[in-house]
């Protein structure tokens, strides 16, 4: 089971590893929505269902299900301490290990960056977004009412990923409410609301919706993780003049890197 079942390379992939294997695999899309996903992986796994081998998951889930007793562990056959070395070991710890037994398998390191709509950029007279008054000057450029000159994903099982960039921007401590800083990185973000320089109806957006309107000319800039990359070029829309990866605004003292590993079991 997993979320990329119906994704033209991932099934090249699983092709050419029933080829490897000799062996015939059945691949299930797990729903996108990641409340519905979450919900639905969960009832296959209190249930004791064995109809699926392998389950694609992200960190949240596998931090739910170590504690569970749902998984079999993995290092007497799959993550054997070789095998085990090839990972970074402070992130198996984290999030793959509970009570000294290993229950996951990272696949897919997924990088947060910044992506800009260069069309959008054009229209404004800037070759990048360098700092917060780009934002605004982006913003004046765009003859849309529903264009804005950023976009994100606010609904609640997604904003923590925004929230951890703007805080790392004002050299915040995310588990420290009570920082200064940590609140000032906030007030931005709510500035931006009121400036309209960014969507109310992201709140009940994720990442899907984000990207469906970023590919649509919405938003000026986003950031994202890289497995983007596929679905705009997918959408045709990937490219040096139009939707592209760029460098890091300074949005206030620090740029921010958020590396985000997927598990699977």
Known sequence: MHIDADNKRFQDFIEETEKKLDMEITVEKCPSNADNRQAKISTILASGDKNSDLISVNDEMMSEFNHKGYLEPLEKNVMTEEVRDSFPQKYLESIC????HIYSVPFQM??????????????????EIKNTGDFDILQKSLKNPDQYAYGDAWENTHVYNSLSQFV?????DYFDWTDPKTKDAARYMKSMLD?????????????????????????????????????????????KNKIHMAPLPVLHKKKPLILQPGSMF
């Open 168 to 172: 790392n921007f004002w050299g915040g």
């Open 110 to 127: 997924d990088i947060m960056m910044f992506w800009v709509n260069q069309e959008l950029l054009k229209q404004a007279g800037l070759d």
């Open 195 to 239: 400036e309209k320089n960014t969507s109310p109806a992201q709140f009940v957006d994720q990442y899907e919706q984000m990207e469906e309107k970023f590919i649509r000319g919405k938003y000026g800039c986003v950031f994202m993780y890289t497995s983007a990359l596929g679905t705009f070029l997918d959408a045709d829309v990937y490219g």
């Open 97 to 100: 290990e509970e009570n000294g």
